[in-house]
């Protein structure tokens, strides 16, 4: 996450929030607040695919000037965050961010993608 727009608390609390959610879900989190280079979502793409494990990994890239917000998901996530989860966590970050709210929105989006990305829990009867 790089740090141009975002205080040192408001990272602190990312990073929390992030920390939070790889523990719910064991999928890596990465969060871009800044500007995208060009098309938005290649450049989510390419930020995805320069992390350490792609497949196991949620990109979320924010350029609050240009009003972009990309999420990417590596095919392992996709087993488990539908497009329809991922869509409907994107919502409610654009909610936030369009009140003001950019580190609240990201919080709760980080905090929904990990609720809907944990492997189901299966209970084995004899």
Known sequence: MPAGELSPSERFALDEA?????Q?????????VGRAEGD???FAGSLHNSLV???RSILIMVDP???ALEIVTGSEV???LSDNETE???LHMRESFAAGD??????HGIGMLAEHARPPHYLHAD
């Open 18 to 22: 992030i920390r939070r959610a790889e």
């Open 24 to 32: 719910t879900c064991r999928y890596e989190f990465s969060v871009f």
């Open 40 to 42: 938005p979502r290649a």
């Open 53 to 55: 494990v792609p497949a």
């Open 65 to 67: 000037a240009a009003r």
């Open 78 to 80: 996709r087993r488990t």
């Open 88 to 90: 409907l966590a994107a």
């Open 102 to 107: 950019l580190v609240g929105g990201l919080k």
